[in-house]
Each structure stands twice: as structure tokens, then as C-alpha cells.
């Protein structure tokens, strides 16, 4: 008896991928001028405040948008271990450990090896989750991480200043809390919605952070200029309520590895708008890596149907 031919997977939707790559193409965009504009913010305020009130301000956003489409729910409880593991490890972790950076060393710099990700989630994601990854997917990363591995060479460092070793480990351990929140988003089985979990994600990152921030940094500031308020306001809509939301949405429809190398574009787009943004200018060694980068990026996306 000839057996069955086996069903293939059907394919996902058009508007479904399109909707998925524009969501990409967001976060990798509003991603990229976050950290410009917190570079511009940190002038004038404490790391841990500056990710406390952006926090705050992308929970007063959500909030009442929510509501407003009957949307806020309470959250299920099978739900909670991923609302604290985003709220800890990505909006307080990363993103408190990336704007510390920022007072260390350029935007340029920490952006790219904040983006490290992929060294971390790759052999993660095979552990715990199963996922194989193609040749090209590996070819793409070994690529992308050789640009990134550029920045932190005796060469390019100054391994013997205080300031620069801090400049550039700070960012690599926000990338590895980054990576436990992408691995941890792909394998959990969700009940409720990501933008219906995203407000108490937002008030838990808040209180945490503005506890850790009263401890280690004192009072908040009472005044701020209007450069720190603007991009406080962009950090905490764009960067923070929008961004991390899209992101969610496009680690629950794609394989891990897939979207922390995809995101690996957020660091050649934000060296282009340091330099533009802040006067940073074009660092050499900068360029080499952001075209390593972005060739791992076109290589590892590319697979079999």
C-alpha cells in the first residue's frame, strides 16, 4: 500500500507576514532612536530614574488605551511567570543596564553591543526550546557576531580605562537579560494577549525600578529640560509602550534565533542616527561592523521554504 504524501504545513497568510515585518521594521527603527535620544536624556537625569519615568509614562499610555477598547483585563495567572520575566529581565535589566552604559561610552558603541543577543539566544533556544538551526541561520550569526566581536578587540578598546571596560561590558550583560525574556517570550503558552499583559509589565518594571533607583541614585529629579522631557516622552510611547509590545508580538510568531537576528539591523540604523542626531561621526571600525552585521542579517534570514 503506497503510503499518504505527508500534508505541509500551510503557508502563514500574506497580511499575517506583512503585518509581522512591519512590526519588525518598527521595532527596529524606534529601537534605533531610543538610545540616541536617552544618550540626550541621561545628560540631565540618573540611569535608573530616566528607565523608571519612561516606564511610567508607557503604563499611563497603555492604561487607559486599554480600557478605553475593553481591553484591560486582569492577568491570568498562568501568565504571570512571563510578565515577571519580561518586566525584569528585558524593561528593567536591559534597559537599565543600557542607559547606565550610555553615560560610559558612546551611543553608537553601546547600541551595537547591546545587540549581542544572538550569541546568547542561539545555543539557549536549542536547549531549551528545541529549535534547529539551519546552516545559513549559523553562517549568518557567526557573521554578524564577528562585526560585533570587532568592537570589544584590544584594538578598539582601551581595556586598561575603567570607563571603557564598563562602556562595553554593561551593554553585554543587557543583552544576555535580553536574551532569557526572548527565549522565555517563544516558550511560553500564552492566555492572555502581549498588549493586554504589556500595562503590568510596565507598573511592575516601574516599582521596581523606582525602588532601585531611590536606593542607588536618591531622590528623583525635580526639574528637566525640554530635550530630556522629549525624549523621555519618546522612550516611554515609542520605545517602551510600542516597541516592547511589537516585539512581543514578533517573538511569539518567529522562531527565536530568527528574532534576535533580526534585530541585529537596530545597531547599523542606530550608528547611522548617533552620528546624525548627536555629532558622533563615523567611526571606522563602526562602519566594518555594521556591514558584518547587516550581511549576517540578509544571510541568516534567508531560508528554506
Given at each position: 500500500m503506497t503510503p499518504a504524501p505527508a500534508t505541509l504545513p500551510a503557508a502563514p497568510p500574506v497580511a499575517h507576514l506583512r503585518t509581522t515585518i512591519g512590526l519588525f521594521l518598527f521595532v527596529v527603527l524606534a529601537w534605533s532612536l531610543n538610545w540616541v535620544v536617552m544618550k540626550l536624556a541621561v545628560r540631565e537625569i540618573a540611569p535608573l530614574w530616566a528607565v523608571a519615568v519612561r516606564t511610567a509614562m508607557a503604563a499611563a499610555v497603555l492604561i487607559p488605551a486599554l480600557w478605553a477598547r475593553g481591553q484591560l483585563v486582569r492577568p491570568p495567572r498562568a501568565d504571570y511567570p512571563i510578565i515577571?520575566?519580561?518586566?525584569?529581565?528585558?524593561m528593567v535589566?536591559?534597559?537599565a543596564l543600557m542607559t547606565a552604559a550610555l553615560t560610559y561610552a558612546s551611543a553608537g558603541r553601546t547600541i551595537?553591543?547591546?545587540?549581542?543577543?544572538?550569541?546568547?539566544?542561539?545555543?539557549?533556544?536549542?536547549?531549551?526550546?528545541?529549535?534547529?538551526?539551519?546552516l545559513l541561520q549559523m553562517a549568518g550569526i557567526g557573521i554578524g557576531m564577528a562585526g560585533l566581536l570587532l568592537l570589544i578587540s584590544p584594538g578598539a578598546l582601551d581595556w586598561s580605562s575603567r570607563q571603557a571596560v564598563l562602556g562595553s561590558v554593561l551593554p553585554l550583560l543587557a543583552a544576555m537579560c535580553w536574551s532569557v525574556s526572548i527565549v522565555?517570550?517563544?516558550?511560553?503558552r500564552w492566555t492572555a494577549t502581549p498588549l493586554q499583559l504589556m500595562p503590568w509589565q510596565c507598573l511592575l518594571a516601574t516599582a521596581v525600578?523606582?525602588?532601585?533607583?531611590?536606593?542607588?541614585?536618591?531622590?528623583?529629579?525635580?526639574?528637566?529640560?525640554?530635550?530630556?522631557?522629549?525624549a523621555l516622552a519618546y522612550n516611554g510611547?515609542?520605545?517602551?509602550?510600542?516597541?516592547?509590545?511589537?516585539?512581543?508580538?514578533?517573538n511569539r510568531r518567529v522562531p527565536a534565533a530568527t528574532a534576535a537576528l533580526g534585530v541585529l539591523a537596530t545597531p547599523a540604523?542606530?550608528?547611522?542616527?548617533?552620528?546624525?542626531?548627536?555629532g558622533e561621526g563615523l567611526d571606522p571600525v563602526l562602519i566594518l561592523s555594521a556591514l558584518l552585521i547587516l550581511t549576517g542579517v540578509v544571510i541568516g534570514a534567508r531560508r528554506k521554504a
Open positions: 515577571l520575566v519580561i518586566s525584569l529581565c528585558h535589566a536591559f534597559a551595537v553591543l547591546g545587540y549581542t543577543t544572538p550569541l546568547w539566544v542561539a545555543p539557549a533556544a536549542y536547549l531549551f526550546l528545541r529549535e534547529r538551526m539551519t522565555s517570550t517563544r516558550g511560553h525600578l523606582a525602588v532601585l533607583a531611590f536606593w542607588i541614585e536618591g531622590p528623583p529629579p525635580v526639574r528637566l529640560g525640554m530635550p530630556a522631557l522629549l510611547v515609542i520605545g517602551t509602550a510600542l516597541g516592547f509590545w511589537a516585539m512581543t508580538v514578533v540604523v542606530g550608528i547611522g542616527l548617533a552620528a546624525v542626531v548627536l
